[in-house]
């Protein structure tokens, strides 16, 4: 690889970082929500988190302001790895020009599998740092508590509590949930964002490097990824944090098939779209600002050194 793909990843890397100061508290109600009333059918559950805002002031209350931050440093720790990753990968290929038809012109398939395989490579790189941001933001006090409740008291603590516990594979335990979920995530929100971008400019309604045109793209994707990523989420949050046994095998869900199977017959179709409020409001910002961010740190960087 060459400078300017180092480049790519760490502007994406930073990118990355920066959303997600604005959106983890979102991401702490959002893994809240999903994990609440979990196997139990609708109406026998209490219901401890209303919604996005109501989750925010429930914790803040009951563990402080600094509640609404928890796994922050993991969760930056995973956005420099998986949208460093991500997002450089597939700027790689698109300057490559596997993003387009031999022709030249944007190709909807080349650009889903493009997507698609930049975000499988990369959340399985990052996947423990997601698998410990999982379990420190769903970690409450006793009162608010939901899910299964896990007694890492840092990233580093929690890291090394796995390893001990199930060894170096213990770490990706949950992974494929994870991968599968951003495959179809990053194939949808990247696809829309570089399609809707061209399309904006082509309209000439603002100059090409204008960032009107990214932030516009923006808001697209954000809604797109919202409604084809949120199932895959709820499983993947149910995966990383379900306890294990001795052998490190799930207590509650056997596979990412089961988990699916689990959550349809006892919550219903509603029970894969549990914490979308705050996972719109989350993937909203997160979408807009990354990937805005990134669109404005690779003209700078263009704009600095052409």
Known sequence: MNR?????????????CGACLFTNPLEVVKIRMQLQGELKARGQTTIV????????????KNEGITGIQKGLVPGLWY???????????????????FTNSP?????????IVAGAVAGGIATWVGSPFYLVKTHLQSKAVQDIAVGY????????????SI????????????????????????????????????????????DPDDG???????LASAVMNTLCMTPFDVVATRMYNQGVCSKGKGLTYSGVANCFIQIFQTEGLWGFYKGWGPQLLRLGPQTILSLFFWDRLRYMYKKSFS
């Open 149 to 160: 409740q896990h007694s890492h008291e840092s990233m580093t603590h929690g890291l090394l």
């Open 49 to 60: 988190y209303r919604n996005a805002l109501h989750g925010l002031y429930t914790i803040a």
């Open 212 to 218: 009107r045109n990214a932030l516009i793209a923006t």
């Open 163 to 206: 390893y001990r516990s199930s060894g170096l594979f213990g770490m990706w335990r949950g992974a494929y949930a994870s991968v599968i979920k951003v495959m179809v995530g990053s194939s949808v929100q990247l696809t829309t964002f570089s399609f809707v971008r061209q399309y904006i400019i082509g309209l000439k309604y603002y």
């Open 79 to 97: 956005q420099m790895t998986m949208n460093g990753l991500r997002l450089g990968t597939f700027q790689i290929l698109t300057n490559a020009g």
């Open 4 to 16: 300017n793909h180092y480049v790519e990843f760490l502007l994406a890397g930073i990118a990355g």
């Open 103 to 111: 022709s030249g012109e944007y190709s909807f398939p080349r650009n």
